[in-house]
């Protein structure tokens, strides 16, 4: 049973920065064998993809509105992802899932419980 665990989302002002992690366990292959992603669901929205990562690492790709501002990374040794969110807007308050790519974008056992992110002044 894939187990994903999300941490450090919280609240900031605009413009402010955090960093999500999203550690990773029970995969029947090892985790470096799969692509992972970011997605996020604002209040009241559905699901929105963020960003992917392929499995070694050398490849990514965003969604236009956080280009510049998100970096994803993961380190398949320790089994952890990660999203450094900077210059954070209002619009980018939502929940965060990890998610597995791209079985989690439309299953939720391929994703984590989500963390809170919220911009606000």
């Known amino acids: 049973e894939v187990q994903l665990v999300e941490s450090g989302g919280g609240m900031v002002q605009p413009g402010g920065s955090l960093r999500l992690s999203c550690v990773a366990s029970g995969f029947t292959f090892s985790f470096s064998n799969y692509a992972m992603s970011w997605v996020r669901q604002a209040p009241g929205k559905g699901l929105e993809w963020v960003s992917t990562?392929?499995?070694?690492?050398?490849?990514?790709a965003y969604r236009d509105s956080v280009k510049g501002r998100f970096t994803i990374s993961r380190d398949n040794a320790k089994n952890t992802l990660s999203l450094q969110m900077n210059s954070l807007k209002p619009e980018d308050t939502a929940v965060y899932y990890c998610?597995?790519?791209?079985?989690?974008?439309?299953?939720?056992?391929?994703r984590g419980q989500g963390t809170q992110v919220t911009v606000s002044s």
């Open positions: 990562i392929d499995t070694g690492g050398g490849s990514t």
């Open positions: 998610a597995v790519y791209p079985r989690g974008l439309l299953d939720s056992t391929y």
